[in-house]
């Protein structure tokens, strides 16, 4: 199976992997400056460019891949390797879906590293429960109350099935990176020049002084602002905490922004009906029973945190003064 | 347990729960990767964190401590007594389906019509949903009484081991019917109007095969169109339906006809099970087996998924016998029956002679003091 064009198409594959290992490539300056051009076009366009059915250019392409990998990971911003890995899983996708007629048996090898196998129904797909739900994306469409499931699998057509890799290639990707590991000189400078896009990137995320805030809200803000889908309860508690913490609605409404099913409409709602029902702050054990406390600060609800922690911190400073 | 001082109905009860567990088994399956939690006369769980290495350990802690509740995490953890909860090194978890009478409609007392409605809806999500639509085995099941008035129904399969929270809250969504779009189930093709089959999964199988099923009923069948009047006519509607064609015959409003239809046949399991604990990954549960502190039930593990429709709570989950006890009620006590003896209704401030599995349980109601 693992020929070159099938390791040019899906570098991230095991059968990829070997190919790279066998050739024990070596990092050179022209390689590092286009794999630098890849991730710079994948973060900023979102789109990663298609390989020329040459064999110098899947070998090519197999390298810079890696390349990209380790510049990113010198970057080391979350941000950054999730737009990254969203470009890397698109142009997977498109390749998918014009491998699924001219090398179909490729689409199932690439199932197979996600432990995915696909059963044919005429002219749609089974898929098994489980790997539907961890790797569909989170939309009405794919609301599993509107699909056809029966006997532990759902039937999807061939453009979700596409669509469940390309996610399926996104989470590996966002999941693997940063890879941790000494990098070469060059490398480093490219993960530098990298980094500095970002303010420019971020500039609709809302940024809120976070010094005095708990760990654990500390941390659903950083997980929102990275488009993490937080679940139900964390963003209840996260809205009574910036409530209580004295936020204006159209503040908090920019911190929830960049979830990925964000509706300003609703979470106004959500929002205001919080501010008016006055509801209190779990207690740190709730949180903790949410899997959403992150430390041990001994506040015993997120609200003491700034008057124990930091009163306690500012105490200490001022007297040393 | 604690510090604090115990009446002496806690300190009677903990001494019978200690017995009771002193004399039992207990088996827990991965019990030295479950999380631990215990609760007195005040909170369900006061103390969580816990892990024991075996069953002796597990067992020698309940015979003397004698905690009125306890209750293990669905979850699998590598160190299930770390904290904080990401230090426990979550593995995976069983899928938790928890069923409950409804709104509690009859105030404290159990009553046996509620009993009944939950244990129809236990069965229902398991004839309904867990064996032919998620494709569960019946070994993967495991069904016991909550101790109170529910079901727990646990799923332990690989299938759904390591399934986060918003994969369970999917499932969850699915038996509930939540984000449910009826009218995505029917769409027009010129004239036609064409909708789901019979032999497809999901609610658009479903509802195919209950609309076909309940055409043969007259009432039914005229509510649709008064043409279905007549058995022809009907038949072939039906054979129409057969193929994705819903309409044959020129039904008048037929999108809001079958939406209303849809609704009746109450196909979902819409606000039947509690789809937090579903989805809750790290939740802790009633162990199968323990006693409840609030009735002095077992939580009684079935032998098998079968078993539910033959289980009576108030006979077989009272556990403490026929011994007299006198008990002085401390409010009004309804008419009840448990293991078989029925006593009430009588008046708050009255004194009775009662077998120890029914004076057990309106002292563990609070609903009684030790006379």
Known sequence: MADLLFCSHYPFSSAAKAHVSERRMEIVSSYVEKAEGRVREAIVSGKVGKVPALSEAQEEELALYAIARMIVSCANNRYLINRYAVAEAKKTGSYLSSDASAHPEYVDAVAAEFGIKFEKAGALFLVPLGKYLTYTPRSIDYKLANREVAAGKVKVSSHERVRILEEAVRKKIERELPIRAAFPGEVKAAGARVLALLPKLEANVVKVGQENYPPCVNRMIEELALNVNLPHTARVALGIYLVKAGMPTDRILGIFRSAPDFSEKTTRYQVEYLRTKGYSMPSCSTMDSYGACVAECRCGTPLNYRTNVHGRALKKEEETK | ?371
């Open chain 2, 1 to 371: 347990m604690s510090g604090l001082v115990q009446s002496s109905e806690e300190k009677f009860l903990r001494k019978k729960f200690s017995d009771y567990y002193g004399a039992s088994s207990v088996s827990v399956r991965g019990l030295e990767k479950r999380e631990f939690g215990v609760g007195g006369w005040e909170k369900k769980i006061e103390f969580r964190h816990l892990a024991f290495k075996n069953e002796n350990e597990l067992r020698a802690r309940l015979v003397a401590e004698a905690p009125l509740y306890i209750s293990h995490s669905v979850a699998y953890y590598e160190f299930p007594d770390a904290r904080p909860m990401p230090r426990k090194n979550w593995e995976g978890s069983d899928l938790i389906f928890d069923l409950d009478t409804e709104a509690h409609s009859c105030g404290k007392f159990t009553c046996q019509k509620c009993l009944d409605g939950v244990k129809q809806d236990a069965i229902k999500l398991i004839e309904e949903f867990l064996l032919p639509d998620f494709g569960f085995s019946k070994s993967e099941l495991a069904v016991n009484f909550s101790g109170s008035r529910g079901y727990h129904v646990h799923v332990v399969s690989d299938a759904v081991y390591d399934l986060g929270r918003e994969a369970r809250r999917e499932i969850a969504d699915y038996v509930s019917g939540t984000g449910l779009s009826f009218e995505r189930l029917f769409w027009n093709e010129g004239k036609k109007f064409f909708g789901p089959t019979p032999g497809q999964g999901g609610f658009g199988g479903k509802f195919a095969r209950a609309f076909l099923a309940k055409l043969d009923d007259d009432a039914f069948a005229i509510s649709i169109a008064r043409k279905l009047k007549k058995p022809e006519e009907r038949e072939k509607l039906k054979s129409s339906i057969g193929r994705g064609n819903w309409d044959n015959i020129g039904i008048a409003n037929r999108e809001k006809k079958l939406g209303e239809k849809f609704d009746e046949m109450k196909l979902t399991m819409a606000g039947r099970i509690d789809a937090n604990v579903t989805a809750d990954t790290s939740k802790l549960i009633r162990m199968p087996d323990s006693l409840h502190g609030g009735s002095g039930f077992a939580a009684k593990r079935l032998a098998s998924p079968d078993a539910i429709a033959s289980f009576e709570p108030m006979r077989s989950a009272a556990v403490f016998g026929s011994k007299p006890l006198r008990v002085k009620a401390t409010e009004a006590i309804p008419a009840l029956n448990i293991q078989d003896f029925s006593f009430g209704p009588f008046g708050a401030g009255e004194a009775r002679e009662l077998p120890e599995a029914c004076a057990v349980y309106l002292l563990c109601k609070k609903a009684a003091v030790l006379a």
